[in-house]
């Protein structure tokens, strides 16, 4: 079946450090890719996707790369702030929609002055 | 609406009760998707909604889980019987198909 792993947190980093979380995926076919967010208080959102190999999501300062050889999605800002402390979920859809996600566990980040 | 809205945001139950969670969807979308975080697991699928019909519902835990839709909008999830595995962040989501999923707040159950 399919699954998402994700580096496990939390992580603590200073404002303006290199971020990146890990995500490898395991499922069958050409699934999308996506990352969602969970701020302090709301509810989750999405925060990019990709939804073919070598297509690159990116929004808010964040990238991620889909890599079908590494089976890979990692999450990456050049420059975190203490405004992206935050969950991080990584999740696949096997059908191109948002349907049935598969998530990982989370990543809790927490950005410090 | 403006968003996804769940209701209560939380509920504290007795073992063996029964417990209603709801789901108002943002108006219009036709698909609803009910997930649930337990404490140090990631979110696991419990059923999707297209329209009012339930075309994957492999997702519930077992057969004291059901949920409902009705007039294409709002949707209950109702868990019989509760017991403390129970216990978890229930969220709602909905969307128009191919499109990104909204989600609400959710509802944390405890069940002591």
């Known amino acids: 079946g399919n699954s998402v792993t994700q580096m496990e947190g939390p992580v603590t980093l200073s404002e303006e450090a290199f971020l990146t979380i890990n995500c490898t995926y395991t499922?069958?076919?050409?699934?999308?890719l996506f990352w969602y967010v969970q701020y302090p208080g709301e509810g989750l959102q999405l925060l990019l996707k990709?939804?073919?190999?070598?297509d690159k999501g990116s929004n808010k300062g964040f990238e991620a790369t889909y890599r079908k050889e590494t089976t890979s999605f990692h999450l990456e800002k050049g420059s975190v702030q203490v405004s992206d402390s935050a969950v991080y979920f990584c999740?696949?859809?096997?059908?191109?929609?948002?349907?049935?996600?598969?998530f990982g566990t989370g990543t809790r980040l927490q950005v410090t002055l | 609406g403006a968003g996804v809205s769940q209701s209560p945001s939380n509920k504290v139950t007795e073992k063996g009760k029964d417990v209603e969670l709801r789901c108002d969807p943002i108006?219009?979308?036709?698909?609803l998707y009910w997930y649930r975080q337990s404490l140090g697991q990631g979110l696991e699928f419990l059923i999707y909604?297209?329209?009012?019909?339930?075309?994957?519902k492999s997702g519930l835990p077992s057969d004291r889980f059901s949920a409902e839709r009705t007039g294409g909008s709002v949707s209950t999830l109702t868990i019989q019987r509760t017991q403390q595995e129970d216990s978890a962040v229930y969220l709602c989501?909905?969307?128009?198909?191919?499109?990104?999923?909204?989600f609400g707040q959710g509802t944390r159950l405890t069940v002591v």
């Open positions: 990709a939804t073919k190999a070598d």
């Open positions: 909604f297209q329209g009012n019909s339930a075309p994957d």
């Open positions: 108006s219009g979308h036709t698909a």
């Open positions: 499922a069958t076919g050409y699934p999308s």
């Open positions: 989501a909905s969307s128009n198909p191919g499109d990104k999923a909204f």
């Open positions: 999740a696949l859809s096997p059908t191109g929609t948002a349907s049935k996600l598969t």
